[in-house]
């Protein structure tokens, strides 16, 4: 419970941020409630007015009606609309916290997390938390201020009947108490299982094709339908003691009214109460059970929003596993001479997936990595560009070890070409001045020259400044996307550049117009080119050979081929199947 309270108040932290107009607009609900609450009195009073026969009486006690009427529909209102704002403010704060929180966060966060759950996580739990303000909040705030209202007349008007009032209360209290911890626990199971529901159905939609292809659609259905029959069990037994409440505390309302007129009824035929003073009781003890009603047929979403509000607050909260030392200077300008000394890394403690990597590449160096699928290639240059820490070693770049400085200022002087390319879904212009603000046209025009793009670009129906919807997957091949990362890359024109497997989705025609871009773009640049195709990293002035995480062999291509180790196997082999023409190997 002290978690969820942490909750709500971190929630109404949103909120009060925005301190004027937040306490302008509960000030003006508050005001609404009391107005209201004043309504049965002056009811009262009419009552004993018409009882009393006395004409100009009724009239004032009408028109008071009205004035508290109008008062009550004028404060609600513009306190509604004020809260309104803040609300929808308060939201974007946490929506872009949360976003930017999500971006700030190492690799290895999303490696714990199936990125589906998360996605549902971030958007239905802020709907659920936009429910709660725009809703909850209101309802409980004015609930309070209408029950003290309400009470301090009742007790201004008569301490019997308002202890007659408050008994028949405690009795609805005692079972809304004990519906609400069952229900509690039931509110937090259902939305934790819709959220694993849905991050299902978001992975198994975007892996379709990984699906179909597996011939798994029958499993993936099993699946999905035990986890929603799960989700349906936790929903009906949320809904049923939602339903409970409802019903509960309309019952106890009228259950009150009858006691009142029977009690009251007696007082007023023994002459011991006027009629007005039961007229007034009557209305303000709906005072009491309407706004509690309305506080617990909202509940479920209160719990909906602290339980949402953990669940944000937990990213929120959670701390990047790659941190900067506190007052850690920038990177220097590279030139690009980068040591790995004798580097040990796991990206799951206990299980190394490098071991003892020690290697030297001096600045405009080309550095060749090969060797097989989950050697530890990539990871290689994970830990390079501090994507992850390392256990043991040192990775220095300059003389300086890398994880002394601030990560980002690392990051941004080196460029990287990876296997799948990633444009924004921006202008083709934009993209190439991407990860330098302050390129001009010309030079991003030279890039895309350089880089063998600028050809297709100008077929484009507005040439630079075609709009690539979706990333420009639906108007260009994969090996044009290619070449406009490559360009990019150009235009940043970094002093170390990372090249990972950067061809090995195209064909082998458009991997030659793309090889002479590549190979422009490494010149005078510290370069790390991983390669599954070993022609492309024939000319590195050395190959590092990873097998298991070690390097097995290192040096010039020829040195290589002289040894008759594993490199050059690999090269034979891929080099008979070329020839035979089977691109099997490849
Ligand atoms: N994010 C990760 N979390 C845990 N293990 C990983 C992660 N990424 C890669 N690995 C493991 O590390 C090893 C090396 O992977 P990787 O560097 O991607 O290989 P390569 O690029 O040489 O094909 C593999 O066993 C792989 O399963
Ligand atoms: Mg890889």
Same mark, same amino acid.
């Given at each position: ?88 403010? +308060? ?20 490696? =714990? ?32 201020? #209408? ?59 975007? @892996? ?101 509000? @953990? =669940? ?63 050697? @530890? ?47 924004? #879904? ?24 350089? +880089? ?19 990333? @420009? ?21 970094? =002093? ?86 089977? +691109?099997?190997?490849?």
């Amino acid at each position: 419970m002290a978690l969820s309270q942490g909750a709500v108040r971190r929630l109404l932290g949103y909120l009060t941020h925005y301190r004027l107009s937040f306490w302008l607009a509960v000030t003006l609900m508050a005001l609404s409630a009391v107005f209201q609450s004043v309504l049965p009195v002056i009811m009262g009073k009419a009552t004993d007015e018409i009882v009393a026969g006395n004409r100009a009486g009724l009239e004032e006690s009408v028109l008071f009606l009205l004035v508290f009427v109008v008062l009550m529909f004028a404060s609600g209102m513009l306190g509604q609309r004020i809260f309104a704002k803040v609300s929808q403010q +308060a939201l974007f704060d946490l929506r872009t916290s949360l976003f930017s929180r999500m971006q700030d966060l190492s690799l290895n966060f999303f490696d =714990r997390q199936p990125i589906g759950e998360l996605m549902s996580r971030v958007t239905s739990d802020i709907d659920v938390i936009d429910q709660f303000f725009s809703n909850s909040f209101q309802n409980v705030m004015q609930a309070v201020v #209408s029950i003290v209202v309400v009470t301090a007349f009742m007790l201004w008007l008569s301490l019997s009947l308002t202890l007659l009032v408050y008994t028949v209360l405690f009795a609805l209290l005692v079972f809304i108490w004990i519906v609400s911890h069952i229900s509690g626990p039931i509110f937090t199971s259902l939305q934790e299982h819709l959220s694993r529901l849905n991050g299902y159905a978001e992975e198994h939609i975007e @892996g379709q094709k990984v699906v179909l292809a597996f011939m798994q659609e029958g499993r993936s259905v099993d699946e999905f339908s035990a986890i929603s029959k799960q989700a349906a069990q936790a929903g009906g037994r949320a809904s049923f003691t939602a339903l409970v409440t409802l019903p509960a505390s309309t019952s106890t309302a009228n259950l009150q009214s009858v006691l009142l007129l029977v009690v009251g009824g007696i007082l007023v035929i023994h002459g011991r109460i006027e009629l007005g003073l039961l007229v007034s009781f009557l209305g303000l003890s709906r005072g009491i059970t309407g706004p509690l009603a309305h506080v617990f047929t909202s509940y479920s979403m209160l719990l909906n929003a602290i339980a949402g509000a @953990g =669940r944000v607050f937990s990213i929120l909260d959670e701390e990047p596993a790659v941190a900067d030392p506190p007052g850690a200077p920038a990177m220097p300008p590279l030139h690009g001479d980068v040591v790995f000394d004798h580097v040990d890394f796991a990206y799951v403690p206990g299980r190394t997936v490098l071991s003892d990597n020690s290697f030297h590449a001096g600045p405009g160096q080309v550095f060749g990595l090969c060797g097989p699928t989950g050697a @530890g290639k990539s990871t290689i240059i994970n830990i390079l560009t501090r994507y992850y820490d390392i256990q043991k070693g040192a990775i220095s770049i300059d003389g300086t070890n890398i994880a002394s400085v601030q990560q980002d200022t690392l990051r941004i002087q080196v460029a990287q070409v990876l296997q799948v390319p990633f444009l924004f #879904s921006d202008t083709i212009m934009e993209n190439l001045r991407y990860a330098r603000r302050d390129a001009t046209d010309e030079e991003c025009i030279a890039a895309a020259e350089q +880089a063998g793009a600028h050809g297709f670009i100008m077929a484009q129906p507005d040439g630079y400044q075609t709009f690539l919807s979706d990333g @420009g997957a639906g108007s260009l091949s994969q090996g044009q996307r290619q070449m406009l990362t490559i360009a990019r890359a150009m235009v940043a024109n970094p =002093r170390l550049l990372i090249l990972d497997e950067a061809t090995s989705n195209v064909d082998t025609r458009t991997e030659k117009l793309i090889n002479g871009g590549l190979l422009k773009l490494q010149e005078g640049k510290t370069s790390f080119i991983i390669a599954h195709r070993l022609a492309t990293i024939r000319h590195a002035d050395t190959i590092l050979v990873i097998n298991k995480g070690e390097i097995i062999e290192r040096g010039s291509h020829d040195e290589l081929m002289g040894k008759k180790g594993f490199y050059h196997t690999m090269f034979m082999s891929q080099f008979r199947g070329k020839l035979s023409g089977v +691109a099997g190997i490849d």
